[in-house]
């Protein structure tokens, strides 16, 4: 057969079913050997690479053209895809980051095993005429580094060749030795160990058969490793919504890391028969420096024991109580150079609820929240962050935190107080959490004001215990306010000149020869008023889009008078004017949360 660069021929004259799980390795194995053609050669001509492409990389899994492979091969699309990785990208997130980069993107250690995983009884054949001649398939699961057994025949996956071999790099091909057309899809692929080095990928092949292979005192997963790995496995199928198996597999991933960052601590955990290999993988992260906590094994013995241990861990009914247990393990180390809370930061937002709770208070022990370094209080769980106005509800502030006496910085309070409430529900830094909030326009590190601080400086036990209490009431509250979805509706909000004129009509005239103003400046506050109104926020925060359509010396006009407008607006004793234009504008807001509860579209300006 000719060789093709893209799909444009005509279809293989014989081609094969897919194979239930098989991969698309496997598949092309099956098909080159059926048709007496090299794996390479086969992959030209059905254009999944170029003429000139003389490597099968993994990277086919995610970059499978299956509407062409489709037609090539007379498969449907669907049984194309299923060769492929990409159905479980909404399930398995290092899929999902990777199809996000280019082919020459950073690598993600969770995608590809560094050596081929297989099952010898799988690939041996279940004895079908299907699977008589070509073997069985060669399963698109086994190059995840979470599969680790087979629940079908009860074993652990093994990874390479029994043969020893000179390798100067780890094998991410997803075939070796693609011009090799003499082999039978089960045997390895790996060079011979005798090869000349000049013969390059040309020379001959290993050709043991993986499929054949006996060994005596092998090791075997016991009953909790085969329950874990089908736990694992569930959650790739459609048992489990997609949110609950990034969650999932993103806790396991960061636990993971915990388990080598505190061992032997929690060797409990793992089973016995796996706990030599993990303690070899522990010390192949660093020579025991654990600075390399995010890599999983190669050995799926060692997987086994360390994911196992990580679903035992996640399931455990005190798991708060056993991550603080671990992290005293490590806190000798400087709080910069732990590398858990590294992996932590870069996993949280993807990580369950359970996971980000229980990790908090073994988190901010690492964290500085303050140029005084303070320390957040314990996370006690239940509302989120999105519960969190930007400025503490009066009432909170009035019944937890008024008793404490800030002599005059109660702003300073609200909004420390709101930080902190977000850092407890997160784990996010102070800076981060001030920004999710929006009061840290200007970046930076957030910090409370200097009256604030020196009341801290003696007063830091009462604050800590009044937040906890206020934690608390929250935790049991039925219907919480979405703050943040307020925020982000009125983000590119304020009073449309229609709906400003409307509420100017309807104030009572004011008596004399003199009027209020009543132009696009005051509009402009009173747009911020009705946002801090519906938001819980602080005008000074609010969006200014009338003011920043403006020319720069009429913006720096109307900055200097907008404190006097907040004030007659907001002052308790008001004029009747400035009284009963904040009453139609508290309306309006009233209207606005009706709509933003409700899902309701309104007009932005």
């Given at each position: 057969m000719a060789d093709s660069a893209?799909?444009?021929?005509?279809?293989?004259?014989?081609?094969?079913?897919?194979?239930?799980?098989?991969?698309?390795?496997?598949?092309?194995?099956?098909?080159?050997?059926?048709?007496?053609?090299?794996?390479?050669?086969?992959?030209?001509?059905?254009?999944?690479?170029?003429?000139?492409?003389?490597?099968?990389?993994?990277?086919?899994?995610?970059?499978?053209?299956?509407?062409?492979?489709?037609?090539?091969?007379?498969?449907?699309?669907?049984?194309?895809?299923?060769?492929?990785?990409?159905?479980?990208?909404?399930?398995?997130?290092?899929?999902?980051?990777?199809?996000?980069?280019?082919?020459?993107?950073?690598?993600?250690?969770?995608?590809?095993?560094?050596?081929?995983?297989?099952?010898?009884?799988?690939?041996?054949?279940?004895?079908?005429?299907?699977?008589?001649?070509?073997?069985?398939?060669?399963?698109?699961?086994?190059?995840?580094?979470?599969?680790?057994?087979?629940?079908?025949?009860?074993?652990?996956?093994?990874?390479?060749?029994?043969?020893?071999?000179?390798l100067r790099r780890t094998i991410t091909d997803l075939i070796s030795q693609t011009a090799d057309s003499t082999l039978h899809p089960a045997k390895c692929r790996l060079p011979a160990v005798d090869r000349p080095r000049s013969k390059g990928r040309t020379g001959p092949s290993c050709g043991v058969r993986l499929d054949q292979l006996e060994r005596d005192g092998e090791p075997r997963p016991d009953l909790t490793t085969l329950s874990a790995q089908q736990r694992i496995l569930e959650f790739l199928g459609p048992g489990h919504t997609a949110e609950d198996a990034v969650a999932y597999f993103t806790d396991l991933r960061v636990l993971a890391a915990f388990l080598c960052a505190s061992w032997p601590l929690g060797h409990e955990l793992v089973p016995p028969g796996s706990r030599e290999a993990v303690d070899a993988h522990v010390h192949t992260l660093g020579a025991g420096q654990r600075q390399n906590l995010d890599q999983p094994p190669r050995d799926s013995v060692a997987t086994a024991g360390i994911l196992t241990a990580a679903t035992r861990l996640r399931e455990a009914l005190n798991l708060r109580d056993l991550l603080d247990q671990h992290t005293q393990a490590v806190r000798n180390s400087r709080p910069s150079r732990i590398p858990w809370t590294r992996v932590f930061d870069r996993h949280e937002s993807t990580c369950s609820a359970l996971v980000r709770q229980a990790a908090a208070p073994a988190v901010r022990a690492y964290r500085r929240t303050g140029p005084r370094g303070t320390r957040l209080p314990d996370r006690t769980g239940g509302y989120r962050v999105e519960h969190i106005p930007a400025f503490l509800e009066e009432r909170w502030y009035q019944e937890h935190l008024t008793p404490l006496q800030f002599d005059g910085a109660a702003k300073s309070v609200r909004r420390l107080a709101a930080v902190r409430l977000v850092q407890q529900a997160s784990g996010r830094a102070q800076g981060d959490a001030a920004d999710f909030l929006g009061i840290n326009p200007a970046g930076g590190q957030f910090t409370a004001t200097n009256t604030l601080l020196q009341w801290l400086k003696n007063g830091q036990d009462a604050f800590t215990t009044a937040l906890h209490n206020l934690a608390e009431e929250l935790d049991r509250a039925t219907d919480p306010t979405n703050y943040q979805r307020r925020r982000e509706?009125?983000?590119?909000?304020?009073?449309?000149?229609?709906?400003?004129?409307?509420?100017?009509?309807?104030?009572?005239?004011?008596?004399?020869?003199?009027?209020?103003?009543?132009?696009?400046?005051?509009?402009?506050?009173?747009?911020?008023?009705?946002?801090?109104?519906?938001?819980?926020?602080?005008?000074?925060?609010?969006?200014?889009?009338?003011?920043?359509?403006?020319?720069?010396?009429?913006?720096?006009?109307?900055?200097?008078?907008?404190?006097?407008?907040?004030?007659?607006?907001?002052?308790?004793?008001?004029?009747?004017?400035y009284a009963a234009l904040r009453g139609l504008l508290c309306q309006h807001g009233d209207a606005l949360i009706e709509k933003i509860e409700s899902g309701t579209s309104m007009p932005i300006r």
């Open positions: 893209t799909p444009t021929g005509r279809p293989l004259s014989r081609s094969l079913e897919p194979l239930p799980g098989e991969s698309l390795g496997g598949y092309l194995l099956r098909l080159a050997h059926r048709l007496h053609l090299s794996p390479i050669r086969l992959a030209r001509r059905i254009g999944v690479v170029t003429p000139a492409t003389t490597r099968l990389a993994c990277r086919l899994l995610l970059d499978l053209e299956s509407d062409g492979f489709a037609r090539m091969t007379r498969l449907s699309n669907g049984e194309a895809l299923s060769l492929a990785l990409v159905p479980w990208a909404d399930r398995y997130p290092p899929i999902a980051r990777a199809l996000r980069r280019s082919v020459s993107g950073s690598r993600e250690d969770w995608l590809f095993n560094d050596f081929p995983r297989y099952c010898p009884q799988c690939l041996a054949g279940d004895g079908s005429p299907d699977q008589q001649g070509y073997g069985g398939p060669w399963k698109k699961l086994w190059h995840l580094p979470i599969v680790f057994a087979c629940p079908d025949h009860r074993v652990f996956l093994r990874h390479g060749c029994p043969r020893p071999h000179q509706v009125l983000r590119d909000w304020s009073l449309p000149s229609e709906t400003w004129n409307e509420i100017i009509t309807r104030l009572p005239p004011v008596p004399g020869p003199v009027r209020p103003n009543l132009d696009d400046r005051v509009r402009q506050e009173a747009s911020a008023f009705v946002w801090a109104y519906v938001t819980c926020g602080e005008p000074l925060y609010a969006p200014r889009h009338i003011e920043a359509a403006q020319p720069p010396d009429t913006r720096q006009s109307w900055q200097q008078r907008r404190a006097n407008t907040w004030f007659q607006l907001s002052r308790p004793h008001a004029l009747n004017h």
